[in-house]
């Protein structure tokens, strides 16, 4: 007769450990659980997609001009301006950040050249003088602010119908799974 449960072989016991019991989950992070709150918070947001859409677009406008530490304040402005939701805009501007400011603007720039017309090229060499400092400050501002209006207007076309497209796809879901769990 047995009288610890230890003298029965392992293999002839059954597998208790596959049930996920509360002892066993890890317990989430607090960056996991503050970014599945920000997406169910993204999710329930309130007001029409449209409204929703147009707030995501003008966030990512602002996001795309090289206005360190303004940009979010600037969508949100545009936002207020154009009617859209001012918490979709703060999102929106998150498009740049430190590990896409620099492909970004270069792209803008370089969009800005290519409109300006500009065979010039930015060389710190080749400024000697104050004089020529301000003169190709001018034209490198003019060239990076004009390609980003010109790729803030196109992001935020692009932005506002993918966004649109997103929260009606987002809402649709959604509303089937609840249906399907009252039934």
């Known amino acids: 007769m047995l009288k610890n449960i230890s003298q029965i072989p392992h293999q002839l016991l059954p597998n208790l450990t596959t049930k996920k019991s509360p002892l066993n989950r890890q317990k989430p992070t607090k960056l996991h659980r503050y970014g599945r709150y920000l997406y169910w918070r993204f999710i329930r947001m309130r007001g029409t997609p449209e409204y929703i859409a147009r707030g995501l677009a003008v966030g990512v406008f602002a996001g795309l001009f090289p206005i360190f530490g303004l940009q979010t304040i600037v969508g949100v402005a545009l936002a207020t301006l154009f009617q859209g939701h001012k918490i979709a805009a703060a999102a929106g501007t998150w498009v740049s950040n430190p590990l896409t400011y620099l492909p970004i603007y270069a792209i803008n720039f370089q969009v800005g050249q290519w409109l300006l017309n500009s ?65």
């Not at 400092?133 to 001018?138: A, I, N, R």
């Not at 997103?166 to 089937?176: G, H, K, V």
């Open 119 to 183: 065979q010039e090229e930015f060389v710190s060499e080749s400024i000697l003088s104050f004089q020529q400092l301000v003169q190709h400050g001018t034209q490198f501002v003019t060239s990076l602010f004009l390609g980003c209006l010109v790729m803030g207007i196109i992001g935020g076309i692009l932005s506002y119908f993918m966004g649109l497209k997103l929260i009606r796809w987002w809402r649709s879901d959604r509303r089937q799974n609840l249906e399907n769990n009252l039934y």
